[in-house]
């Protein structure tokens, strides 16, 4: 792992009326750094999410996203991440191709750029024979490995991974993180959010929010060995009980 952040995060607060969703946590994440990002519903990940992701304004704080301030250079970051959500961001009513052409055209790729990704990729995931299949006909699993494929099109910086194996069988889920890692060792970090603890044995490090703040950021190893757990669900669930809001 190479030692450089490529995320910085000082003080970073969101405030909504008389509602803190995000109380001041500060964390740094590594180039090629898988790292996981946890807590339960009201917890606050995704208000931050967003805010890393330039898409809402912090109330206070300051943050860096692959170099960019958050407040001042929200384009440059959007461009120089990925993203997927549970959703998998497709569009259904598109093929397998159209949606790889439509979002490495919105990722600024030219167009050779775009015909050499389609190749690529089609034969990377074994979809040759489906690439003009549209993507509401696919199996589950492929749309998920589709939709990694198409946020990290134009290899980002950081790819930010909102609950990505949601619904997916374990099978599926343990070929996703294959691709996880690979994106990893070429290089691009990997923020991911997930609500499965044995994911969460994956990453690198492991941060845990309860009621806005940061109660806990270590390897998942270093995590059990504090709390005296055998597993991060353990872990996950001493902290989650100290929590006093829910959505």
Request: hydrophobic share 40%; net charge neutral; with cysteine.
């Amino acid at each position: 792992m190479k030692n450089e952040p490529v995320i910085v995060v000082e003080k970073l607060t969101k405030q909504f009326g008389n509602f803190i969703a995000v109380d001041g946590i500060s964390f740094e994440v590594n180039k090629g750094e898988i790292f996981g990002f946890l807590g339960a519903n009201g917890a606050g990940k995704t208000t931050a999410m967003r805010m890393l992701c330039g898409l809402s304004i912090p109330t206070s704080g300051k943050a860096k996203v692959a170099g960019f301030d958050i407040y001042q250079q929200t384009e440059n970051i959007k461009k120089n991440i990925g993203y997927m959500s549970q959703k998998f961001s497709l569009y259904e009513d598109l093929t397998v191709k159209e949606n790889i052409n439509f979002y490495a055209g919105i990722y600024g790729l030219n167009e050779n750029q775009i015909k050499d990704k389609i190749n690529y990729l089609v034969h990377h995931l074994h979809l040759q024979h489906q690439q003009n299949t549209l993507v509401k006909a696919l199996p589950l699993g492929w749309k998920q490995k589709l939709a990694f494929s198409v946020a990290i099109v134009h290899d980002p910086a950081i790819v930010f991974l909102d609950e990505p194996t949601g619904g997916v069988d374990p099978v599926t889920r343990r070929e996703f993180w294959e691709m996880i890692y690979d994106a990893s060792e070429k290089g691009i970090t990997i923020f991911v959010t997930t609500h499965y603890m044995d994911e969460a044995e994956y990453c690198n490090r492991v941060s845990i929010m309860v009621d806005g703040r940061i109660e806990a950021l270590d390897s998942p190893k270093k995590l059990k060995q504090n709390f005296e757990c055998v597993s991060m669900d353990e872990v996950f669930l001493k902290l989650a009980r100290k929590a006093t809001r829910s959505e």
